[in-house]
C-alpha cells in the first residue's frame, strides 16, 4: 500500500490559506491531499471572511478561475458583504417592504432574478427583478411608460384633451386605461369638426 499523501505537504501554499482558528492544526496535518470526508475553513483573499469547503474541492479549484470563495463568487448570500442592501444601497431604497413582506434586501443578491417590489422616487409601485434594476440599469417601468398605472400615466390621464376625440365605437378592441402616450398603436379619432381619421396615439399625444 501507497504510503499516504498529506495535504500540508503536497501544498504548502493553499495550507497558508486555511483559517487555523476555526480549523485546528493538529487535525488539518491528518488530512490526505484527497480528503473528501472533512470540511475545512479556509480565509479568503480579501481576508473579509471564511468559508468552508473540503480539501479536494479546494485543490481542484485552483485549476479554475473563478474565486474559490462562495461569497466573493455570489454562490452564498453573507448579509453584510454581497446582499443587494450592501452592494447597491441606492436600489435596496426602493424596496417595497410592506409587498414583499418578509422577504428584505439582505437576502437576495442584486443578480436575482425573481420578481419583487419596488417603489420609485414618485411612488410608483412596479414588480421586476433586482437584476433589471442594479445590473441592467432599468428604471421604474411606470416613469418609462412601459408599464400602465391607471390614474398615472394612463393615455387619458395624461392627455385628457384626446378622451374628446377617441372614437369609442371603432375603437372597440382598444383600452385607453392600458395604453400610455408612447403607444405606437393605431387608433380611430373624430376631430371638432366631425370628420373621422385614423393615426398612431403616439402621434396624436405629442401633436
Given at each position: 500500500m501507497p504510503a499516504k499523501v498529506f495535504f500540508v505537504d503536497r501544498h504548502?501554499?493553499?495550507?497558508?490559506?486555511?483559517?487555523?482558528?476555526?480549523?485546528?492544526?493538529?487535525e488539518i496535518s491528518k488530512l490526505g491531499v484527497d480528503?473528501?470526508?472533512?470540511?475545512?475553513?479556509?480565509?479568503?483573499?480579501?481576508?473579509?471572511?471564511?468559508?468552508?469547503?473540503?480539501?479536494?474541492?479546494?485543490?481542484?479549484?485552483?485549476?479554475?478561475?473563478?474565486?474559490?470563495?462562495?461569497?466573493c463568487s455570489n454562490v452564498t448570500l453573507l448579509k453584510g458583504f454581497n446582499d443587494l442592501?450592501?452592494?447597491?444601497?441606492?436600489i435596496a431604497a426602493q424596496w417595497d417592504f410592506e409587498l414583499n413582506s418578509p422577504l428584505t434586501p439582505t437576502e437576495v443578491f442584486a443578480n436575482d432574478t425573481s420578481p419583487v417590489y419596488?417603489?420609485?422616487?414618485?411612488?410608483?409601485?412596479?414588480?421586476?427583478?433586482?437584476?433589471?434594476?442594479?445590473?441592467?440599469g432599468k428604471i421604474c417601468g411606470v416613469?418609462?411608460?412601459?408599464?400602465?398605472?391607471?390614474?398615472i400615466n394612463?393615455?387619458?390621464?395624461t392627455h385628457p384633451e384626446l378622451r374628446e376625440m377617441w372614437d369609442e365605437e371603432a375603437n372597440k378592441e382598444l383600452d385607453p386605461s392600458k395604453l400610455t402616450k408612447q403607444s405606437r398603436?393605431?387608433?380611430?379619432?373624430i376631430c371638432k369638426n366631425g370628420h373621422k381619421f385614423e393615426s398612431t396615439i403616439r402621434a396624436r399625444a405629442y401633436l
Open positions: 504548502p501554499d493553499l495550507a497558508a490559506t486555511i483559517d487555523y482558528s476555526i480549523s485546528p492544526k493538529g480528503d473528501r470526508r472533512h470540511e475545512v475553513w479556509w480565509k479568503c483573499s480579501t481576508g473579509k471572511h471564511s468559508y468552508p469547503r473540503t480539501i479536494s474541492s479546494r485543490v481542484a479549484n485552483t485549476k479554475k478561475k473563478s474565486s474559490p470563495c462562495p461569497y442592501a450592501t452592494t447597491h444601497p441606492e419596488w417603489l420609485c422616487k414618485d411612488g410608483h409601485s412596479t414588480k421586476t427583478h433586482p437584476q433589471a434594476r442594479a445590473i441592467q416613469c418609462r411608460n412601459k408599464r400602465v398605472q391607471v390614474g394612463d393615455l387619458f390621464t398603436k393605431s387608433a380611430h379619432w
